[in-house]
């Protein structure tokens, strides 16, 4: 069975503290969407992209545009900014734009642009929103979302990985200075992070077969998460709105983003390395 609801681990490491600043202007913001002559001029004037993965980046944009995964102006410039290539590691950097999920390492992988894409215009993101990851990963997903938002906060369980995608966001955060804000550590991402709720947006990126009720209390009112449920052969991507209900308490929407489509994402684990899961014969388990 899961764990009930506990204290956020005390082996958890916070390496820096919230900066709670007003909306600043992102770079991002000025940047060209309409045309690949003029986007592609702007970013080699304000990025260290080179023209080649610019234009896998155009060209995939194009694709993700064409299948509604981003249907927001805002999501869009945050795509054709990031540079996803940073982050897919070197040895797999030429398959960062690819429909794919890419490894990483630790047993992980880098979700394709497409699946980011989605689950990040699904939960709306806004300049003013807490939004929190569970799931570091590559460490792409948070640095989109720091294009999106002030305030992103990511938890990652693997204590190596966490290092290594910090090294990445300490390296970039001087040309991309939005990296710096975003506020990370290494921990049990089940249990969300107590200190900086309530979230206006959750996204999980790995599968479980449920929904961790911390998370759903950390959910601000309105709030909104995706996350895929299912067990490990397929999940389906959720997306959660948390309601008030007119008695009291609150009420769950609940909608599949792909429409009955499975998706396989690495398995939501505990700091032991455990599965998490309802099933009291599998290998769920807490700290």
Known sequence: MPPAAAAEPETAVQL?????????????DALPADSE?????????HSDE????????????????GRKDITG???????????????????NKKKAYDDTAIPIGYGQTIS????????????????????LEIGTGSGYQSALLSELSDHVYTI???????RETDGIYRRLSKR???YASIIRKNGDGYFGWVQYAPFQKIIVTAGIDHIPPPLLRQLAPNGIMVIPVGPPSGQT??????????????????????????????????????????DDSGSGGGE
């Not at 991507?237 to 007119?246: E, G, Q, S, Y």
Request: aromatic share 14%.
């Open 16 to 28: 820096q503290e919230a900066i709670e600043s007003p909306s600043r202007p992102r770079v991002a």
């Open 37 to 45: 002559k003029d986007y592609i001029a702007w970013m080699l004037a």
């Open 50 to 65: 080179t023209r080649p993965f610019l234009e896998r980046k155009w060209a995939r944009a194009q694709v993700i545009l």
């Open 73 to 91: 102006p805002s999501v869009l410039r945050a795509f054709l900014y990031a540079p996803r290539e940073y982050f897919a590691r070197s040895y």
């Open 112 to 131: 394709g642009p497409h699946m980011v894409s989605h689950m990040t215009q699904s939960i709306e993101p806004e300049r003013g929103d807490r939004i």
């Open 156 to 162: 990652e369980i693997v204590p190596a990985l966490f």
């Open 176 to 178: 991309y200075p939005e």
């Open 237 to 278: 991507v959720l997306r959660i709105v948390k309601r008030p209900a007119p008695g009291g308490g609150f009420t769950f929407e609940r909608s599949d983003i792909y429409r009955g489509r499975k998706v396989i994402f690495v398995p939501f684990t505990s700091r032991g390395g455990s599965r998490y899961s309802l």
